[in-house]
């Protein structure tokens, strides 16, 4: 299974806005997470949200910073 484009663009975001230092592996981490729960058959929709959720605390964590 191939993540969607959109999908791996919000991962990518995550990753980027959280301040850690290995972005790459965390956003392979996190495409992998969302894989999982493609393959559990939950549908797109819900996995965009949930990664907007990540996106969303990652981008007030550095805000509180």
Do not use: Y
């Amino acid at each position: 299974m191939k993540l969607a484009p959109e999908l791996k663009f919000l991962c990518n975001k995550i990753a980027t806005e959280r301040t850690r230092p290995a972005l790459w592996l965390e956003a392979q981490q996190l495409r992998r997470d969302a894989l999982r729960e493609l393959s559990t058959g939950k549908p797109i929709a819900w996995v965009q949200d949930w990664l907007h959720g990540l996106l969303a605390a990652a981008l007030a964590a550095q805000s509180k910073s």
